[in-house]
């Protein structure tokens, strides 16, 4: 039997766990969207880094959880008060378990607490079907954006009730 997965909000002793979670998601999970192109990835994971990611900690417009698996640190999202999913990266040896999916809600339900009737983010390429799975849905064509390809994507979110 699959352990459970656990969703807490990440804390300020969690920022290196996530950087290296994110780091690992975009070096082997993404490959399709970075092309193992040294600068696109180095560009990426800068983003990310753990003083962007303490900074956002730090900031109440921003919620950023840490999904577990057996105890085990395996997934981070992140989500922005406006109705932004700004992230949600999964270690690939954890993706198809339902790591994706838990974070994703978890993130959802904070959002539809704080008054957001949709979700919004951009997918790439590798993220396009799960999210599509979730009940996403394109809200613009295709753009470029920091060198890689994004696909807009929305969400209309049920309030809490």
């Known amino acids: 039997m699959e352990a459970p997965i656990c969703i807490r909000p990440a804390i300020l002793a969690d920022v290196g766990i996530i950087s290296r979670i994110i780091e690992h998601s975009i070096r082997f999970g993404c490959a399709l969207d970075h092309r193992n192109d040294p600068p ?32 085990k640190p395996v997934g981070v999202g992140m989500a922005r008060v406006s109705g932004d999913i700004v992230f949600c990266y999964v270690q690939p040896q954890s993706f198809r378990r ?52 994004v696909l807009p994507m929305y969400k209309p979110l049920p309030l809490p009730g």
């Open 40 to 71: 696109l990835v180095s560009g990426w994971t800068r983003q990310h880094c753990a003083d962007v990611i303490s900074a956002r900690l730090a900031d109440p417009h921003f919620y950023l959880s840490i999904a577990l698996l057996a105890d």
């Open 98 to 149: 339902g790591v994706g999916r838990a974070l994703m809600s978890d993130l959802e339900g904070w959002l539809r607490v704080r008054g957001a009737l949709h979700a919004h983010l951009n997918s790439t390429r590798t993220g396009e079907a799960f999210y599509r799975h979730l009940g996403y849905h394109e809200s613009e064509p295709s753009l470029a954006h920091q060198g890689l390809q």
